[in-house]
T-cell receptor, first 114, second 114 residues
Framework: EPEVTQTPSHQVTQMGQEVILRCVPI?????FYWYRQILGQKVEFLVS????????KSEIFDDQFSVERPDGSNFTLKIRSTKLEDSAMYFC????????????FGPGTRLTVT | SQQGEEDPQALSIQEGENATMNCSYK?????LQWYRQNSGRGLVHLIL?????REKHSGRLRVTLDTSKKSSSLLITASRAADTASYFC??????????????FGQGTILTVHP
C-alpha cells in the first residue's frame, strides 16, 4: 500500500541553525500539507501546497518557514533559523483530492532544537 | 473551548467493551474526520463524515455527526488491546478557500486492557 515517507526520523539541531525536513508524498496525490505537534499538545496545521504554490498557511508559518517541491516526488519544509520553541514532531500529509477527502500522514520527524 | 475538543481526555476499558469518544467543534464544517495515533507514530485516518451525513460505519467503528449541536462521536465496538492509541477528531471548514486544512482536537487517550 502506498505511504507517505519522511526523513529524517529524528533531527537534533542547535538554535539558529537551518533545517530541512523531507517528505515523499503518495505519488498520485496533488495536495500536500505540513503539520506539527509540540509534545503534549494538539496537532497544528502549518501550510498546504497545491499546484506548486502555497494555498493556505497558518499564523505559525512565518517568514522563518518555507516549503518547496523541488522535483516530482519530494516535498520539503525548511526552517531558516530554528528556535527552541520549534522543537516538535513535524508531520507531512498528502491528499489525492484535497478538501473533503482524507489525508495520509507520514510517520513524522522529531525535531529537537538545543 | 477550541475547535475540535474531545472528551473524555482519557478512557480506560477492558477488552471486549465498547469505547465512546466525543468531539465538539465551533464553526461550520465541510466534514469531520477521525484519526488514530499510536504512541510516537504518525496519524492514521479512520473515517470521514460529511456535514450532510448523520452516521457512518466502518468495521467496528461507528461515527455520528450532529451539526445542530456541533458534535460528533466515535464508537469502537468490541475493543481490542491493539485499539490502544490516541484518537483525534479533525474538522475541515465549510466554504472559503480551504484546501482541506485540518483543525485537530486535543485527543482522547484510549487504553484497552487485555
Amino acid at each position: 500500500e502506498p505511504e507517505v515517507t519522511q526523513t529524517p526520523s529524528h533531527q537534533v539541531t542547535q538554535m539558529g541553525q537551518e533545517v530541512i525536513l523531507r517528505c515523499v508524498p503518495i505519488s498520485n496525490h496533488l495536495y500536500f500539507y505540513w503539520y506539527r505537534q509540540i509534545l503534549g499538545q494538539k496537532v497544528e496545521f502549518l501550510v498546504s501546497f497545491y499546484n506548486n504554490e502555497i494555498s493556505e498557511k497558518s499564523e505559525i508559518f512565518d517568514d522563518q518557514f518555507s516549503v518547496e517541491r523541488p522535483d516530482g516526488s519530494n516535498f520539503t519544509l525548511k526552517i531558516r533559523s530554528t528556535k527552541l520553541e520549534d522543537s516538535a514532531m513535524y508531520f507531512c500529509a498528502s491528499s489525492e483530492l484535497g478538501q473533503g477527502h482524507e489525508q495520509y500522514f507520514g510517520p513524522g520527524t522529531r525535531l529537537t532544537v538545543t | 473551548s477550541q475547535q475540535g475538543e474531545e472528551d473524555p481526555q482519557a478512557l480506560s476499558i477492558q477488552e471486549g467493551e465498547n469505547a465512546t469518544m466525543n468531539c465538539s467543534y465551533k464553526t461550520s464544517i465541510n466534514n469531520l474526520q477521525w484519526y488514530r495515533q499510536n504512541s510516537g507514530r504518525g496519524l492514521v485516518h479512520l473515517i470521514l463524515i460529511r456535514s450532510n451525513e448523520r452516521e457512518k460505519h466502518s468495521g467496528r467503528l461507528r461515527v455520528t455527526l450532529d451539526t445542530s449541536k456541533k458534535s460528533s462521536s466515535l464508537l469502537i465496538t468490541a475493543s481490542r488491546a491493539a485499539d490502544t492509541a490516541s484518537y483525534f477528531c479533525a474538522t475541515v471548514p465549510r466554504g472559503g478557500t480551504s484546501y482541506g486544512k485540518l483543525t485537530f482536537g486535543q485527543g482522547t487517550i484510549l487504553t484497552v486492557h487485555p
